[in-house]
Each structure stands twice: as structure tokens, then as C-alpha cells.
């Protein structure tokens, strides 16, 4: 498996203002992808972080709320914009090694509060 | 839309004895289901996966079946132990891709 990290683990914003959440790896990856992970709920699929292109975006999500980077092969961002309380979830990224398996593996997320 | 049901959403055994947790999928592209273990507070941890053109697959104590043509697929736990408690997430590729769709989960509780 591959050794993820995220920044922040945690953090606590007010309602109106943005964050920006890292997704660093220690190899390079074919994909990566964002989850969100409501309490107590499962995980639901934000988007495709592209290498040097726009993100693929599920139903439901948009560019202008969740804008993401992925400037390398390594790394991405996500940025949760203009906060409400509903947005207080975790955050998680995932990454899929080079080689062909379809195996994901997890960031340890970022929890989010919203207040 | 592609969708992942997965049942029971909660599921108590005795230590020793064995747990099933099942799922089912719409997309008749899947062809990769992982099941992932997620302890509290921490991230979601593959366990054990199957392709489409497998229709069974053991890992010591945990096991996965597969009924393509029922679109069903099954996480069976034998000998349970206090430390198989967590949420267990059942997924499925959508149409072919490296994308899943997840289950809602099943929370598993082991009784000492």
C-alpha cells in the first residue's frame, strides 16, 4: 500500500470561509480521488483529481464549491468553499498505485466543524 | 443511477461464532468489489476484494463470494473475534472504472 498523509487532521472553520485540505503520497499514483464522509454515514465520492487538468466531478458536487488541484502525480488539493454547517464532515482522500489494480487505499481525513 | 444495497446495517455475533454481511449491485459493469473495515476514528482499511471473473476468495478467517448473475456479493467472517468489531463498507466499480460506489455499512459488534 501506499503511505498517505492529509493536512489538516482536523479543524474547526467559521460559516463563510473557505479550507484547503492536502493530499500528499509517497509514490506516484494513476488516480486519486475525494470522499466525504457525513456522520455516521458512508462514503460518497466528491470527485477525480486529474494530473494538470480539471477535476470529474460526481452529481451533485461542483467545481465552484470544491475546487481541486492536482498539480503532480503525488500531491492534491481540495478547497471546501464558502462553509455552511452542513459541510461539517470528513474529508478523505484516496489514491490508486500505478500497475493496474483497481485497489484504493485511504488518507487518514480531515475532520471538519462548521460553525 | 448505479446503486449499492448492503445489509444488515447492524449485525451482533458472539465471539467464536461467524458473521455475513451482503450486498448487492445495479451496474452489470462491475467488475471489482472491495470491502473496506473502518474502526472508529480511523480510516477505512481494505480488507479482502474480488473480481468479477472469481467467484470466491479466502483470506484466513474472512472470505468474499460472488453471484454475477444475482449481482450479489457476501463478506463472511468465521471464528469472530472482539477486534472484528467496526463499520464494514461494501463497494463496487462503476461501469468498468477505478471509481466505486459504496454500501452504507454494516456495524459490526462482537460479544466477548
Known amino acids: 500500500s501506499a503511505v498517505i498523509s492529509q493536512k489538516p487532521s482536523r479543524d474547526i472553520c467559521q460559516r463563510g470561509t473557505s479550507l484547503t485540505i492536502q493530499c500528499q503520497v509517497d509514490?506516484?499514483?494513476?488516480?486519486m480521488f475525494w470522499y466525504r464522509q457525513q456522520p455516521g454515514q458512508s462514503l460518497t465520492l466528491i470527485a477525480t483529481?486529474?494530473?494538470?487538468?480539471?477535476?470529474?466531478?460526481e452529481s451533485g458536487f461542483v467545481i465552484d464549491k470544491f475546487p481541486i488541484s492536482r498539480p503532480n502525480l503525488t500531491f492534491s488539493t481540495l478547497t471546501v468553499s464558502n462553509m455552511s454547517p452542513e459541510d461539517s464532515s470528513i474529508y478523505l482522500c484516496?489514491?490508486?498505485?500505478?500497475?493496474?489494480?483497481?485497489?484504493?487505499?485511504f488518507g487518514p481525513g480531515t475532520r471538519l466543524t462548521v460553525t | 443511477g448505479e446503486n449499492v444495497e448492503q445489509h444488515p446495517s447492524t449485525l451482533s455475533v458472539q465471539e467464536g461464532d461467524s458473521a455475513v454481511i451482503k450486498c448487492t449491485y445495479s451496474?452489470?459493469?462491475?467488475?471489482?468489489f472491495p470491502w473496506y473495515k473502518q474502526e472508529l476514528g480511523k480510516r477505512p482499511q481494505l480488507i479482502i476484494d474480488i473480481r468479477s471473473n472469481v467467484g470466491e476468495k479466502k483470506d484466513q478467517r474472512i472470505a468474499v463470494t460472488l453471484n454475477k448473475t444475482a449481482k450479489h456479493f457476501s463478506l463472511h467472517i468465521t471464528e469472530t473475534q472482539p477486534e472484528d468489531s467496526a463499520v464494514y463498507f461494501c463497494a463496487a466499480s462503476i461501469r468498468g472504472t477505478y471509481k466505486y460506489i459504496f454500501g452504507t455499512g454494516t456495524r459490526l459488534k462482537v460479544l466477548a
Open positions: 509514490s506516484q499514483v494513476t488516480m
Open positions: 484516496s489514491v490508486v498505485r500505478s500497475g493496474g489494480s483497481h485497489e484504493q487505499y
Open positions: 451496474d452489470s459493469a462491475s467488475n471489482y
Open positions: 483529481a486529474n494530473q494538470g487538468s480539471e477535476a470529474t466531478y
